[in-house]
């Protein structure tokens, strides 16, 4: 799936109305999250969630080790293929915990 390009003013708004209404709890509850401990290259979670900035399933993998931050890698269509996703990016980080990752630049920042 192509990445979907938003707007950076349109997520950051609805982030901020998800977090006015009090509602970030219940907006990041519909996600899948699996942290792997990895002695050599630190803490990797890998984490899909249709996230409340762009209503867009997303899978996003942090390695403290590596990049030290979140690096969005994956946008799904759906739920079903979110879960999917999830797995195949899970066994991945279990398989080659220092892959490379590239970051899809849905904000359009040039990452």
């Known amino acids: 799936m192509e990445p979907q390009r938003v707007n950076p003013i349109e997520g950051a708004l609805n982030f901020m109305s998800t977090l006015a209404s009090g509602g970030f709890e219940e907006a990041g509850k519909d996600c ?3 942290q792997i401990l990895d002695n050599e290259k630190g803490n990797i979670t890998v984490d899909t ?3 409340p900035d762009t209503n867009i399933w997303e899978t996003g ?3 403290l ?3 030290g931050k979140w690096v969005i890698v994956e946008q ?3 739920r079903e293929e979110a879960e999917k996703g999830h797995q ?3 066994e991945l980080m279990k398989s080659q915990p220092d892959a490379p990752l590239k970051d899809i630049d849905m904000w359009s920042l040039g990452l």
């Open 49 to 51: 969630v249709c996230a």
């Open 76 to 78: 799904y269509p759906d």
């Open 65 to 67: 080790g590596i990049e």
């Open 88 to 90: 195949k990016w899970l």
């Open 32 to 34: 899948f999250n699996d």
């Open 61 to 63: 993998i942090e390695r």
